[in-house]
Each structure stands twice: as structure tokens, then as C-alpha cells.
């Protein structure tokens, strides 16, 4: 009913920058909190930003003033602005979103398929 997609992953060196996206689309009401996630080769999943319907946003501390994330609320898209992306960026990132469906009271947790950022020293 609902899909994720993201985009915009890819290989760079240490001080570039990338920005990802995730459209979201299908039956949708509302959506809730926007988040990225990512998991590097051998660690745990990290949640590294999220953003609420409002616009209020959170970072983890390793990307605090280089990550911005941000949502286009009439696309249904959000966004994640990476900036001075060091070698220790390099994971899968992951869409997350908290999504109400139309003709339901309901919200559900969706993720997308994961785009590989690679930052090369």
C-alpha cells in the first residue's frame, strides 16, 4: 500500500557532499516522522536524524552540523543533505516513515529499500 524509494547514494570522497531522497507514495494519508537511519559493515542499525510532521528535528552527534535533514510535506519526500562526509559516513542508509493510511486511524512504520553511501579516504 505504501512504498519508500530512496535515492541519491553513491561513492565520494572524504569532504564531499551527497543528498538523498525518499519518496514516499500510495495510499496516504498523513505521515508523521520522517527518519534515516544507517548500518555499516558489522555494527547496529543508527538512527541518524529524524524529523516530525512539524519540522522539528534531531541528530545524532557524530553528524550534528554536517547532516540536514528536511521534508517536502506536499511530495511527500524527505530529504538528508550530507555534508563533509568522512570515511566513517560510509553505510547503507535507510528511509523510515510513520505513515497514517487513508480511511484508517492506524499508523504504520514503513522502510525503504536502503541506498550505499561510500566515502572514500
Known amino acids: 500500500q505504501v512504498q519508500l524509494v530512496e535515492s541519491g547514494g553513491g561513492l565520494v570522497q572524504s569532504g564531499e557532499s551527497l543528498r538523498l531522497s525518499c519518496a514516499a507514495s500510495?495510499?496516504?494519508?498523513?505521515?508523521?516522522?520522517m527518519n534515516w537511519y544507517r548500518q555499516a559493515p558489522g555494527k547496529q542499525r543508527e538512527l541518524v536524524a529524524t524529523?516530525?510532521?512539524?519540522?522539528?528535528?534531531n541528530y545524532v552527534d557524530s553528524v550534528k552540523g554536517r547532516f540536514t535533514i528536511t521534508r517536502d510535506n506536499i511530495k511527500n519526500t524527505g530529504y538528508l543533505q550530507m555534508n563533509s562526509l568522512k570515511p566513517e559516513d560510509t553505510a547503507v542508509y535507510y528511509c523510515?516513515?510513520?505513515?497514517?493510511?487513508?480511511?484508517?486511524?492506524?499508523?504504520?512504520?514503513?522502510w525503504g529499500q536502503g541506498t550505499q553511501v561510500t566515502v572514500s579516504s
Open positions: 523510515n516513515a510513520v505513515i497514517e493510511l487513508r480511511g484508517n486511524d492506524n499508523v504504520y512504520d514503513y
Open positions: 500510495g495510499n496516504i494519508f498523513s505521515i508523521h516522522a
Open positions: 524529523i516530525t510532521k512539524s519540522g522539528n528535528t
